[in-house]
């Protein structure tokens, strides 16, 4: 089913929560179960499992957004859920950000376990009673309750963007956050649901002279006024609110100059960057374009630091994956806690894991058949040319509509979430 597609997966700031969004806009929120033990290697936890500890169960699942029609542009604006952002929390409930391609929602998800009973003026099915009845005075009382996860939209921003939102970021103050269409980037207050700033603005006055678009922006997590933006030229603009109110010029401009002896009639397409992020530190920027991840210093900006190829065993095949619309997928890129491992998706529901420190790089998959829980991943390798190994795969059988575009990483412990069209794998690294 269609609408079943995750569409994108977010840990929370404790790890303790995982939200996915998906085609039919709805948000699945999973928990994890107490405390883990255990032997292995990354090792799959299944939330369709018997209960055990250290695992993620279904939480809450609520209809975040619905299909709307915009009957002034004639646009159907579809319900699916393109980012979720959780905020920090500050009390026993918990709040997150979700948005499609319109409209931006603050949803509290709270628990109750308690419910008020002896009313006055009401029995106990919560109809009135008639005053002339009550000739005694109860004292209500709360009564424990089945526990009930609720979930109920505080705002909703709504009628700022003119294209469609691909990015939401909050901001490191907790106060603001932003969110980016194609062309604009606007900063919101959490308090203010009836106007927002904008702060990008990269729309030609002549729509014809249009040659880039924006295509995702994050908040830097420790400065609250400095934010980064990519474009579908391959750039990276780092831009100071101190500077300007409006940040149309970049403080820092990150961009690596093509090699001649790649250019190709794809060149433009395949250097688009799909995402960017901050890592934990501060101090990186990780981008992912169609074949490569990315690793940028903030202080240098002629070349990233570090290219890890993705895929390129692809680089032959881009004539028939522009025919069938696969290279303008849009791959997202994640760190590990630590910032030292990067990891991000690819086709035949594999993914990659390159390791900084020691430069080695692994590729697993995220697939029915050889995730039986608390199985241990094999490595998987693609074969170019020439004699195939047995457990090799050729490129020629991949399988192209089966596609990883959206990975999450527990923030403090090697625990991966795997979105895989609409099953969401979620590994465990082995625990000595």
């Known amino acids: 089913v269609v609408a079943d597609i995750i569409s994108t997966v977010e840990f929370n700031h404790t790890g303790e929560l995982l939200a996915t969004g998906d085609k039919g806009g709805r948000v699945v929120i999973f928990q994890r179960e107490q405390e883990v033990s255990g032997e292995g290697s990354w090792r799959v936890l299944h939330k369709n499992q018997v209960h055990r500890r250290g695992e993620y169960n279904v939480y809450s699942t609520f209809q975040s957004h619905e299909p709307e029609f915009d009957y002034l542009k004639s646009l159907e604006i579809e319900e699916k859920i393109n980012k979720i952002r959780w905020l920090p929390q500050q009390n026993a409930a918990y709040f997150l950000l979700s948005t499609n391609d319109k409209t931006v929602k603050l949803w509290k998800v709270s628990e109750r376990d308690k419910r008020p009973e002896g009313y006055n003026l009401k029995d106990e099915e919560g109809r009135l009673r008639d005053p002339a009845t009550i000739t005694t005075l109860r004292v209500p009382v ?218 080695r790089d692994v590729t697993l998959e995220a697939s029915r058949e050889n995730s039986k829980p608390r199985a241990i991943l094999k490595p998987r390798k693609v074969c170019v040319g020439g004699k195939r190994r047995k457990d090799e795969i050729s490129v020629d059988s991949l399988d192209f509509s089966k596609k990883i575009l959206h990975t999450a990483w527990h923030p403090s412990e090697n625990i991966i979430a795997v979105a895989a069209t609409n099953n969401l794998y979620i590994f465990q690294d082995k625990v000595n």
């Open 142 to 359: 709360l009564r424990p309750m089945d526990l009930m996860v609720e979930a109920t939209p505080r705002r909703v921003f709504a009628n700022a963007h003119t294209y469609h939102i691909n990015s939401i970021s909050v901001n490191s103050d907790y106060e603001t956050y932003m969110s980016a269409d194609d062309l604009r980037i606007n900063l919101w207050n959490f308090e203010i649901t009836n106007q927002s700033f904008n702060i990008v603005d990269i729309k030609p006055a002549n729509m014809e002279e249009l040659t880039e678009v924006i295509t995702a922006a994050e908040f830097h997590p420790h400065h609250c006024n400095t934010f980064v933006y990519s474009s579908s030229k391959g750039t990276i603009r780092l831009c100071d609110m101190r500077a300007s109110a409006l940040c149309d010029r970049h403080t820092k401009f990150f961009e690596e100059p093509e090699d001649p002896s790649n250019r190709s009639f794809f060149s433009e397409i395949i250097s688009s960057i799909s995402d960017v992020k901050f890592s934990h530190s501060g101090r990186y920027i990780m981008t992912r374009d169609y074949l490569t991840v990315k690793v940028w210093d903030l202080n240098m900006e002629n070349r990233p630091i570090e290219t890890y190829q993705v895929h390129d065993y692809l680089r032959s095949k881009l004539c028939s994956l522009y025919e069938n619309d696969c290279i303008f997928d849009k791959f997202e890129c994640v760190w590990n806690g630590s910032d030292s491992v990067i990891m991000t998706g690819s086709y035949n529901n594999f993914f990659r894991m390159f390791d900084r420190n020691t430069k």
